[in-house]
């Protein structure tokens, strides 16, 4: 079949699962796949939503990270994939770094577009950008962000054998304990671990 052409190619699909609301306002795509950041809290900071099935059905978890170093600054998790979500994530990534202005990259999803979440960015002086329609390449270092996380944890847990709270705990600590302070990270110098960079580069500048 292959040889006559009948054999088509696997659609790539995204981690991330929110849909367009097609009448919602949009905002132009401000990143346009530069994933650099010199200084924390400053440039991108990228978000997005991923599902995990649980023995009692699907945990929806929100993160954001920080391009500067690849830190996930903001993590929520519910078993509903509504804007509350979002707004969580992005409330805990604020309150964390103690940030405001930043740009704030997503894609399309109905959670990011809906007037509640744009408010929050404006209280916090954040500038929205968004991906193009169907472009999750747009936000692809998001999207790997989520891709290492199953691949490292999930995928070798099977998490439909465990409830939510359980799952809940396990991502919690791969994010915060492992992979913000633990885990090389090649895109930093040094390899630093994202954390650990951004903790040494604020003090060698104090």
Request: proline content about 3%; hydrophobic content about 35%; overall charge positive.
């Amino acid at each position: 079949m292959k040889k006559h052409g009948l054999l088509k190619k696997a659609k790539r699909h995204p981690n991330g699962i929110t849909r367009e609301d097609a009448a919602a306002q949009k905002s132009e795509n401000l990143i346009r796949r530069d994933f650099k950041s010199s200084a924390p809290n400053q440039k991108w900071w990228l978000s997005d939503i991923t599902g995990v099935p649980c023995s009692d059905g699907k945990l929806y978890l929100s993160a954001v990270l920080d391009c500067f170093n690849g830190e996930i600054v903001g993590v929520a998790m519910d078993d509903n994939m509504r804007k509350q979500l979002c707004i969580q994530s992005f409330e805990n990534a604020c309150k964390a770094r103690n940030a405001r202005g930043m740009i704030f990259h997503s894609d399309r999803g109905s959670q990011f577009t809906s007037q509640a979440f744009r408010e929050c960015l404006a209280k916090r002086g954040a500038i929205q950008s968004m991906s193009g329609t169907g472009r999750c390449y747009d936000n692809a270092r998001m999207e790997s962000f989520f891709a290492t996380l199953k691949k490292e944890k999930l995928y070798k847990i099977n998490t439909e054998r465990y409830p939510m709270a359980y799952i809940k705990s396990i991502i919690f600590r791969y994010i915060m304990v492992y992979y913000n302070r633990r885990r090389v990270y090649t895109s930093n110098p040094g390899g630093w671990p994202p954390t650990i960079y951004r903790e040494r580069m604020l003090s060698q500048a104090a």
